[in-house]
């Protein structure tokens, strides 16, 4: 599959180099998927990993947001899940909260289906909750005691502890 896929990319890189060799946008834009395609080449994607932090939020998250907590709750991981540290703020700056995070922080866009559609059919597909649509933008967690958490906001997140005293409040004076 990487052969073909790498085949067809120097198949389209050499008919846009030959369609238009004096735009130095179009020189541009091939260099680039010359350098993506070398990167991809020494640096390929994992292809052993054997579990998924992120799937396990939106199987967790799934149950949760459709009343079954206690399923969301006894959903099992099967690699060690890191501790994070996260702090919410308002736009203004103020802090909203802090919390520890279970695992990692998702986002309100991660799916466990694809977003596309049935190219046959013209239909969408649904998600596990029979929805459709977008979400909106932001992210969601678990704390350690089963929580669970959705924001929409500005957030800091790190793996280490840290602490964010309230910022100063800012303003501008009115003309």
Same mark, same amino acid.
């Not at 640096?43 to 149950?63: G, K, M, V």
């Given at each position: 599959m990487k052969k073909i896929l790498m085949l067809c990319m120097t198949v389209i890189l050499i008919f846009s180099l030959t369609a238009c060799e004096g735009s130095g946008q179009l020189k541009d834009a091939n260099q680039t998927l010359l350098t993506v395609s070398n990167l991809q080449?020494?640096?390929?994607?994992?292809?052993?990993?054997?579990?998924?932090?992120?799937? $396990?939020?939106?199987?967790?998250?799934?149950?949760?947001?459709?009343?079954q907590r206690e399923k969301a709750a006894s959903v099992i991981c099967e690699v060690e899940k890191p501790l994070g540290y996260i702090v919410l703020f308002t736009e203004g700056g103020s802090v909203v909260g802090r919390f520890v995070v279970d695992g990692k922080v998702s986002s309100l866009n991660s799916f466990l289906t694809p977003e596309s559609y049935y190219i046959d059919s013209g239909q969408h597909i649904a998600d596990v909750d029979s929805? $459709?649509?977008e979400n909106d933008s932001g992210i969601f967690f678990f704390t350690p005691d089963n929580r669970y958490i959705e924001w929409t906001g500005i957030y800091l997140y790190s793996d280490i502890p840290f602490e964010v005293e309230d910022p100063v409040v800012t303003y501008q004076e009115a003309d």
């Open positions: 080449e020494h640096q390929p994607t994992p292809t052993d990993l054997d579990f998924s932090l992120e799937r $396990y939020n939106l199987i967790r998250r799934a149950y949760w947001v459709n009343g929805s $459709y649509g």
